[in-house]
C-alpha cells in the first residue's frame, strides 16, 4: 500500500539518480555501461561457490548452463532498454530464489504548445502501465519520497515461446522523477514463487519489495 500524497510548495530539486536497498544475496548487473564486467563478477563468484569435492565432469557443464541461463537474462533485460537488473545470485537460507528487479525509465514527450498540466500526473503514470495491454491488474496511487508513485500487481501467464515457462507475479513501481515532469521512473519485480505464483512465497516476496520501494530515495546534486 502506498503512502498517501501530501501537498507541498517547495521546488523540486532535480533527481540525478537513485538508491534502492537489497540484501547481499542480490547483486546489480548496470545494463547500458560495465555490463560485461558485472557479468564476468557474479559468474566467477558463483563459480568460487562450487564445492571442491563436486564431481569434475560435472563442473564444466555446470558453469556452460550457469553462464547461458545468465546471459539470456541480461540480454532479455537489454533488449527492454532497462538501466539496471537486480538479481539474487546466492542462495537465500535454503534456496535460491526465482526473481528479478528491471530498473527502466519512460519518456512522454509533450506535444508543442502543451501546458505542464494538461493532464494529471496520476493519469499519465496509468497511461503508460497499461501500454501492455495488462488486465484485471491492481492499481494504487500514493507518494515516495516526495514523488507521485503509481502501483500496479498483477500474474503474467506463462509464455514458453518468450522463455517464459511458468506464470510469473509482477509488481511495478511507476515514479514521476523530480524536476522533469516528462520523465518516469520504473522498477518492476518478477517472481515466479515456490512454482506458483500466488503461493506463499510468492507472497513474501511482493511484501519485501513493497518495503524496499518504501525506502527508495533519490540521489539528488
Known sequence: MLPDQTESSAPETPATGYRILLPSEWAQVPLRHGTEDAVRRILDEAYA???????????????????????AS?????????????????PM????????ILVSESVVPRRPGQREAAAEP????????????VEDADLSSGEIDGALAVRREHV????????????????EYI???PGDPDRWFVAALSTVGG???????????????????????????
Request: charged fraction near 30%.
Open 49 to 71: 561457490r562450487i564445492p571442491a569435492d563436486a564431481p569434475r565432469d560435472r563442473i564444466g557443464p555446470y558453469k556452460r548452463e550457469l553462464e547461458r541461463r545468465f546471459r
Open 74 to 90: 541480461v540480454a532479455e533485460a537489454q533488449q527492454s532498454k532497462a538501466l539496471d537488473l537486480y538479481l539474487p545470485v546466492k
Open 93 to 100: 537460507g535454503d534456496f535460491t530464489v526465482g526473481a528479478s
Open 122 to 133: 496520476t493519469d499519465v503514470a496509468v497511461q503508460l502501465l497499461s501500454r501492455d495491454g
Open 156 to 171: 503474467a501467464d506463462a509464455a514458453p515461446g518468450k522463455g517464459a515457462e511458468l506464470a510469473s507475479r509482477r509488481v
Open 175 to 177: 515514479l514521476s522523477v
Open 195 to 221: 512454482g506458483d505464483p500466488r503461493d506463499e512465497l510468492a507472497e513474501a516476496l511482493v511484501e519485501w519489495f513493497d518495503a524496499v520501494m518504501a525506502n527508495f530515495r533519490w540521489s539528488r546534486a
